[in-house]
């Protein structure tokens, strides 16, 4: 099916987070998982996202965390899940129990600049949350988790490098 125009013109979102968190250019979805094969079969067969592209691997803690990603017109949808160590940050929310667990993580957002980031931390700050996880993968991304409780999820933050924009931009399309 070919692209169409969209529907509306919203405005630009180059406003920046040090004017509050939710004022950074917003492009992604997540949800965590317990099963990542079942989340991505829910997503295909009655969500209609059937394409995804896979990474992952180990995290500094010595755990091991596993990704799908998928855009759908301008938004990017991610299944996550974890194991072992360090994967709490992903994990802990979720329901216990053996059954399977889908729960929405964190929206994301997109973080332009060193100058930007500086105003993310400095906000998060101001307005009393934590961050209680950052990462930084030197030529790739840099990015991290705000707590917010009072939404139940997080807010990621991600500052990509040349090398992750072009991996945004090789993500399977839906």
């Known amino acids: 099916m070919p692209d169409r125009p969209p529907l509306l013109h919203r405005p630009g979102s180059a406003f920046g987070a040090g004017n509050g968190l939710l004022r950074a250019e917003h492009f992604q979805m997540?949800?965590?998982?317990?099963?990542?094969?079942?989340?991505?079969?829910?997503?295909?067969?009655?969500?209609?996202?059937?394409?995804?592209?896979?990474?992952?691997?180990?995290?500094?803690?010595?755990?091991?965390?596993?990704?799908l990603l998928a855009w759908v017109g301008t938004m990017m949808y991610e299944l996550i899940t974890a194991?072992?160590?360090?994967?709490?940050?992903?994990?802990?929310?979720?329901?216990?129990?053996?059954?399977?667990?889908?729960?929405?993580?964190?929206?994301?957002?997109l973080i332009a600049d060193e100058a930007e980031w500086q105003a993310l931390e400095a906000e998060t700050a101001r307005a009393g949350f934590t961050m209680p996880h950052k990462s930084v993968n030197a030529g790739f991304i840099t990015s991290c988790f705000v707590d917010v409780p009072e939404l139940g999820h997080?807010?990621?933050?991600?500052?990509?490098?040349?090398?992750?924009?072009?991996?945004?931009?090789?993500?399977?399309?839906?």
Do not use: C
């Not at 072992?84 to 729960?103: N, V």
């Not at 997080?154 to 839906?174: H, Q, T």
């Open 154 to 174: 997080y807010l990621e933050y991600i500052m990509p490098e040349p090398a992750g924009i072009d991996f945004f931009n090789s993500v399977a399309r839906n």
């Open 83 to 109: 194991t072992g160590p360090g994967s709490g940050i992903i994990m802990d929310r979720l329901p216990a129990g053996d059954g399977f667990a889908m729960k929405h993580h964190h929206l994301g957002y």
């Open 30 to 67: 997540a949800w965590a998982t317990n099963d990542l094969d079942q989340a991505r079969a829910l997503m295909a067969e009655r969500l209609g996202v059937r394409d995804w592209t896979p990474i992952g691997g180990p995290n500094p803690q010595g755990g091991e965390t596993q990704v």
